[in-house]
């Protein structure tokens, strides 16, 4: 029962210990102006690091990465289209290409496709 108990502590003690001792041992003392700006092959940077970022653009990619990967989910039922009926082979695509025209339809409707207003 005591070596359970002090092995318990020692499991619990040590890492607090050890995260005490890193904590206050990798705080920084000084802060220097060149330390904290972005490293610029040795020069000062010319502009800001952090330049603002369209969302629109963000936007337009998470769309094309949506549509890129449902095109590579329609290419494997070609394959399958040769052991499976034509009827339910046509109509699951025909359901996967009704729901993704559908979705087409609403970020058009929302106004997410224009680029500028």
Do not use: H
Not at 26 to 54: H, T, V, Y
Not at 88 to 117: C, D, H, P, R
Request: proline residues 4%.
């Amino acid at each position: 029962m005591m070596t359970t108990m002090m092995s318990i502590y020692i499991k619990i003690i040590l890492p607090m210990i050890v995260m005490t001792i890193a904590t206050t041992l990798s705080k920084k003392m000084i802060n220097d102006r060149e330390k904290n700006s972005p490293f610029e092959c040795g020069f000062d940077p010319k502009s800001s690091a952090r330049m603002p970022f369209s969302l629109r653009f963000f936007l337009i990619a998470v769309i094309f990465l949506i549509f890129d990967v449902e095109i590579a989910m329609i290419l494997p039922t070609i394959i399958i289209m040769k052991t499976s009926s034509i009827i339910s082979w046509t109509m699951s695509i025909m359901l996967f290409i009704t729901i993704l025209l559908l979705g087409l339809y609403l970020e058009w409707n929302q106004g997410v496709l224009q680029w500028a207003k």
